[in-house]
Protein backbone atom coordinates (compact mmCIF):
# COMPACT_ATOMS: atom_id res chain seq x y z
CA UNK A 1 0.00 0.00 0.00
CA UNK A 2 1.64 3.66 -1.22
CA UNK A 3 2.38 5.54 1.81
CA UNK A 4 1.35 9.45 2.69
CA UNK A 5 2.85 11.47 -0.71
CA UNK A 6 3.30 15.12 -0.33
CA UNK A 7 3.95 17.53 -3.01
CA UNK A 8 6.34 19.30 -3.77
CA UNK A 9 9.19 18.44 -1.67
CA UNK A 10 10.71 21.43 -1.41
CA UNK A 11 9.78 25.21 -2.00
CA UNK A 12 11.26 28.48 -2.12
CA UNK A 13 8.52 31.62 -2.01
CA UNK A 14 9.26 35.32 -1.48
CA UNK A 15 7.84 36.78 1.64
CA UNK A 16 4.39 38.30 0.50
CA UNK A 17 3.55 35.45 -1.71
CA UNK A 18 1.26 32.44 -1.01
CA UNK A 19 1.83 28.79 -1.60
CA UNK A 20 -0.37 25.50 -1.38
CA UNK A 21 0.90 22.30 -0.50
CA UNK A 22 -0.71 18.86 -1.41
CA UNK A 23 -1.18 15.59 0.54
CA UNK A 24 -2.24 12.57 -0.69
CA UNK A 25 -2.94 10.01 2.17
CA UNK A 26 -2.56 5.87 2.42
CA UNK A 27 -5.72 4.60 0.30
CA UNK A 28 -8.86 4.63 2.81
CA UNK A 29 -7.56 6.87 5.16
CA UNK A 30 -10.10 9.94 5.40
CA UNK A 31 -8.65 11.80 8.14
CA UNK A 32 -5.78 14.21 7.11
CA UNK A 33 -4.15 16.51 9.53
CA UNK A 34 -1.12 19.18 8.87
CA UNK A 35 1.56 19.96 11.26
CA UNK A 36 4.29 22.59 11.37
CA UNK A 37 8.03 21.29 12.29
CA UNK A 38 10.19 24.12 13.36
CA UNK A 39 13.53 24.08 15.59
CA UNK A 40 12.41 26.41 17.72
CA UNK A 41 8.70 26.12 17.90
CA UNK A 42 9.05 21.78 17.17
CA UNK A 43 6.36 20.30 15.84
CA UNK A 44 2.99 21.79 16.20
CA UNK A 45 -0.79 21.38 14.86
CA UNK A 46 -2.41 23.47 12.04
CA UNK A 47 -5.77 21.63 11.09
CA UNK A 48 -7.26 18.09 10.73
CA UNK A 49 -9.99 17.35 7.91
CA UNK A 50 -12.10 14.46 7.83
CA UNK A 51 -15.11 13.81 4.83
CA UNK A 52 -14.24 17.28 3.56
CA UNK A 53 -14.38 19.25 7.17
CA UNK A 54 -12.59 20.85 9.41
CA UNK A 55 -12.36 19.02 12.41
CA UNK A 56 -9.72 20.47 14.88
CA UNK A 57 -7.91 23.16 13.99
CA UNK A 58 -4.48 24.87 15.87
CA UNK A 59 -3.70 28.01 16.99
CA UNK A 60 -2.31 29.50 13.70
CA UNK A 61 -3.49 32.57 11.86
CA UNK A 62 -5.66 33.27 9.12
CA UNK A 63 -3.62 33.08 6.59
CA UNK A 64 -2.97 29.28 6.97
CA UNK A 65 -6.18 27.68 5.65
CA UNK A 66 -7.00 24.18 4.32
CA UNK A 67 -9.07 21.99 2.21
CA UNK A 68 -9.82 17.94 1.37
CA UNK A 69 -11.46 16.87 -1.25
CA UNK A 70 -14.07 13.96 -1.97
CA UNK A 71 -11.19 11.82 -2.47
CA UNK A 72 -9.14 12.49 0.72
CA UNK A 73 -6.98 14.37 -0.69
CA UNK A 74 -5.87 17.83 1.58
CA UNK A 75 -4.08 21.27 0.38
CA UNK A 76 -3.04 23.67 2.93
CA UNK A 77 -2.46 27.32 1.63
CA UNK A 78 -0.43 29.90 3.31
CA UNK A 79 -1.08 33.70 2.06
CA UNK A 80 1.12 36.66 2.53
CA UNK A 81 3.83 34.60 3.26
CA UNK A 82 6.43 35.39 6.53
CA UNK A 83 9.95 34.74 7.01
CA UNK A 84 8.95 32.79 10.11
CA UNK A 85 6.76 30.00 7.91
CA UNK A 86 9.92 28.71 6.58
CA UNK A 87 9.36 25.41 8.15
CA UNK A 88 8.70 21.73 7.17
CA UNK A 89 5.24 21.14 7.09
CA UNK A 90 4.34 17.56 7.58
CA UNK A 91 1.17 15.93 6.33
CA UNK A 92 -0.76 12.68 8.27
CA UNK A 93 -3.34 10.56 7.47
CA UNK A 94 -5.53 8.16 9.73
CA UNK A 95 -8.54 5.77 9.12
CA UNK A 96 -10.67 8.89 11.13
CA UNK A 97 -12.79 9.29 14.17
CA UNK A 98 -14.67 6.29 15.46
CA UNK A 99 -13.37 4.29 12.41
CA UNK A 100 -10.44 2.03 14.75
CA UNK A 101 -7.11 2.35 14.76
CA UNK A 102 -6.05 6.07 16.15
CA UNK A 103 -2.37 5.54 14.11
CA UNK A 104 -1.40 9.02 12.43
CA UNK A 105 1.18 8.27 9.28
CA UNK A 106 2.83 11.15 8.19
CA UNK A 107 4.51 11.76 4.78
CA UNK A 108 8.11 13.26 3.95
CA UNK A 109 7.02 16.53 4.88
CA UNK A 110 7.58 19.65 2.45
CA UNK A 111 10.17 21.82 3.46
CA UNK A 112 9.25 25.49 2.99
CA UNK A 113 11.80 28.17 2.71
CA UNK A 114 11.01 31.86 2.44
CA UNK A 115 13.51 34.72 1.45
CA UNK B 1 -4.47 20.25 28.07
CA UNK B 2 -2.30 17.93 27.19
CA UNK B 3 1.62 18.80 27.28
CA UNK B 4 4.40 16.62 26.70
CA UNK B 5 7.88 16.39 28.60
CA UNK B 6 10.97 15.33 26.51
CA UNK B 7 14.07 14.90 28.86
CA UNK B 8 16.84 15.88 27.01
CA UNK B 9 16.80 17.17 24.00
CA UNK B 10 20.61 15.02 23.33
CA UNK B 11 21.21 11.76 24.13
CA UNK B 12 24.64 10.01 23.44
CA UNK B 13 25.30 6.20 23.42
CA UNK B 14 28.18 4.33 22.44
CA UNK B 15 26.96 1.13 20.13
CA UNK B 16 26.04 -1.66 21.99
CA UNK B 17 24.60 0.20 25.07
CA UNK B 18 21.21 0.21 26.63
CA UNK B 19 18.73 3.48 25.19
CA UNK B 20 16.54 5.12 27.69
CA UNK B 21 15.01 8.29 26.22
CA UNK B 22 12.37 10.14 28.71
CA UNK B 23 8.81 11.28 28.21
CA UNK B 24 6.73 12.36 30.97
CA UNK B 25 3.11 13.55 29.81
CA UNK B 26 0.36 15.56 31.37
CA UNK B 27 -3.34 14.54 30.57
CA UNK B 28 -6.84 14.89 31.93
CA UNK B 29 -7.84 12.01 30.84
CA UNK B 30 -6.80 8.18 29.90
CA UNK B 31 -3.99 9.31 27.03
CA UNK B 32 -2.90 7.45 24.06
CA UNK B 33 0.58 7.71 23.94
CA UNK B 34 3.24 7.22 21.08
CA UNK B 35 6.98 7.18 19.78
CA UNK B 36 7.75 8.56 16.37
CA UNK B 37 11.46 8.46 14.88
CA UNK B 38 12.51 10.94 12.26
CA UNK B 39 15.82 10.55 10.48
CA UNK B 40 16.83 13.23 8.51
CA UNK B 41 14.70 15.08 5.21
CA UNK B 42 12.27 12.40 6.33
CA UNK B 43 8.81 12.11 7.97
CA UNK B 44 8.00 10.85 10.85
CA UNK B 45 7.57 7.27 11.43
CA UNK B 46 5.77 5.65 14.37
CA UNK B 47 7.71 3.21 16.48
CA UNK B 48 4.76 2.32 18.90
CA UNK B 49 2.08 3.20 21.01
CA UNK B 50 -0.03 2.55 24.14
CA UNK B 51 -4.04 2.79 23.85
CA UNK B 52 -5.31 0.50 26.74
CA UNK B 53 -4.29 -3.03 28.13
CA UNK B 54 -0.69 -3.89 28.91
CA UNK B 55 1.25 -1.39 29.49
CA UNK B 56 5.01 -2.94 28.46
CA UNK B 57 4.26 -1.61 24.67
CA UNK B 58 7.06 -3.10 22.17
CA UNK B 59 7.47 -1.38 18.52
CA UNK B 60 9.75 -1.85 15.80
CA UNK B 61 13.36 -1.91 15.32
CA UNK B 62 13.67 -3.53 18.99
CA UNK B 63 12.40 -0.76 20.81
CA UNK B 64 9.59 -1.14 23.88
CA UNK B 65 8.42 1.89 26.47
CA UNK B 66 6.57 1.15 29.73
CA UNK B 67 3.24 3.32 30.52
CA UNK B 68 3.62 4.54 34.22
CA UNK B 69 -0.03 6.07 35.27
CA UNK B 70 1.57 6.76 38.58
CA UNK B 71 4.50 8.60 37.05
CA UNK B 72 2.85 10.01 34.21
CA UNK B 73 5.49 8.53 32.02
CA UNK B 74 6.40 6.54 28.77
CA UNK B 75 9.81 6.13 28.58
CA UNK B 76 11.42 4.64 25.28
CA UNK B 77 13.86 1.57 25.61
CA UNK B 78 16.37 -0.73 23.50
CA UNK B 79 18.83 -3.09 25.16
CA UNK B 80 21.37 -2.29 22.77
CA UNK B 81 21.85 0.61 20.28
CA UNK B 82 22.63 0.13 16.60
CA UNK B 83 24.11 3.09 14.50
CA UNK B 84 21.10 3.12 12.78
CA UNK B 85 19.07 4.04 15.79
CA UNK B 86 20.84 7.57 15.14
CA UNK B 87 18.35 9.68 14.89
CA UNK B 88 15.53 12.18 16.78
CA UNK B 89 12.91 10.69 18.30
CA UNK B 90 9.49 12.36 19.34
CA UNK B 91 6.69 11.19 22.25
CA UNK B 92 3.47 11.96 21.72
CA UNK B 93 -0.02 12.24 23.36
CA UNK B 94 -3.86 12.35 22.21
CA UNK B 95 -6.62 12.29 24.42
CA UNK B 96 -10.14 11.04 24.01
CA UNK B 97 -9.19 7.92 22.51
CA UNK B 98 -7.03 8.97 20.15
CA UNK B 99 -9.40 11.06 18.61
CA UNK B 100 -7.86 14.55 19.31
CA UNK B 101 -4.64 16.07 17.25
CA UNK B 102 -1.45 14.56 18.21
CA UNK B 103 0.73 16.99 20.94
CA UNK B 104 4.63 16.66 20.66
CA UNK B 105 6.89 16.92 23.08
CA UNK B 106 10.46 18.94 21.61
CA UNK B 107 12.02 15.73 20.51
CA UNK B 108 15.41 13.93 21.49
CA UNK B 109 18.40 13.76 19.19
CA UNK B 110 20.07 10.17 19.68
CA UNK B 111 23.64 9.79 19.01
CA UNK B 112 25.28 6.60 18.76
CA UNK B 113 29.33 6.38 18.64
CA UNK B 114 31.08 3.56 17.59
Known amino acids: KAGVTQTPRYLIKTRGQQVTLSCSPI?????VSWYQQTPGQGLQFLFEYFSETQRNKGNFPGRFSGRQFSNSRSEMNVSTLELGDSALYLCASSLGPGQGSSEQYFGPGTRLTVT | AQSVTQLGSHVSVSEGALVLLRCNYSSSVPPYLFWYVQYPNQGLQLLLK??????LVKGINGFEAEFKKSETSFHLTKPSAHMSDAAEYFCAVSELSGNTPLVFGKGTRLSVIA
Open chain 1, 27 to 31: SGHRS
Open chain 2, 50 to 55: YTTGAT
